[in-house]
């Protein structure tokens, strides 16, 4: 039996001792799968990603990705760990004194590739994404979806095996929204686990894909439209 991308298993986690942002969150997500994280403003969307990425801790419970035991990671494996994921935020993060491109390859220059190979990689993914053509941009010359758009190659110019977005869709309108999930189905063909937070409803419907539901911090759904 193949080993899931992602188990939570009665996932909960507190700020102080009176906020849950989850309360006892279990799902399971098959490698290669595409899902969206969906709920209400404060539901425990992002919290979710960001326990993913180890931007924060679990308070309760055990999750595991990538065959990693995220309760047991720590400073030293966490940039091994981290090397299988790609994070899409949805301010973008760009570096607004770079380049669209070295934007894209500083993370690989990070990670040991040398100049002429990360920007090689970069200019793959950029024509990837549709913006072959913005490589010497700068982000502030960039429509906000554009800009989106380069965040995408940013994430997965690593090659990730799982790829998360947060609310990726949130200050675009409805064609562009459409255009960018598109994009993310072109990569999960490719074989890219893809999990994408989001309140648009119009496109979860659209692209019938399964929806973990969180309500208040739990979750409270697990539609899965083609069974």
């Known amino acids: 039996m193949n080993q899931p991308a992602i188990r939570f298993s009665r996932v909960s986690k ?14 399971e997500v098959d490698c290669g799968e595409m899902l969206f994280l969906t709920g209400h403003s404060g539901a425990g969307k992002t919290s979710i990603l960001k326990l993913v990425m180890c931007i924060e ?10 065959g990693f035991t995220l309760r047991q990671l720590n400073i030293n ?28 390859a500083l993370s690989l ?4 590739y040398a100049k002429a190979e990360g920007l090689k990689q970069a200019r793959v993914v950029l024509n990837q994404v ?4 913005k490589a010497l941009f700068y982000p502030n010359e960039l429509s906000s979806g554009q800009q989106q758009r380069v965040g995408i190659a940013r994430a997965i110019v690593s090659k990730p095996d799982i790829l ?5 869709t ?3 309108d409805p064609d562009l929204s459409l255009d960018l999930m598109e994009l993310f189905m072109q990569i999960n063909q490719q074989g890219t686990t893809v999990i994408i937070a989001t309140h648009d409803l119009f496109l979860i419907k659209r692209l019938r894909k399964r929806v973990l539901v969180l309500d208040s911090g739990k979750l409270i759904d697990d539609y899965r439209p083609d069974l």
Request: zero cysteines; proline letters at 3%.
């Open 14 to 27: 507190s700020y102080g001792k009176h906020h849950k942002a989850l309360d006892d969150v279990s799902f």
């Open 57 to 66: 801790d679990i308070s309760y419970g055990q999750a595991w990705v990538n």
């Open 77 to 104: 494996s966490l940039p091994h760990y981290r090397q299988s994921l790609g994070m899409i935020f949805q301010d973008h993060q760009l570096l607004k004194n770079r380049t669209v491109i070295d934007n894209i």
């Open 109 to 112: 220059w990070l990670r040991g």
């Open 130 to 133: 549709g913006i072959g053509d």
């Open 164 to 168: 998360l977005a947060d609310e990726p």
């Open 170 to 172: 949130g200050n675009l």
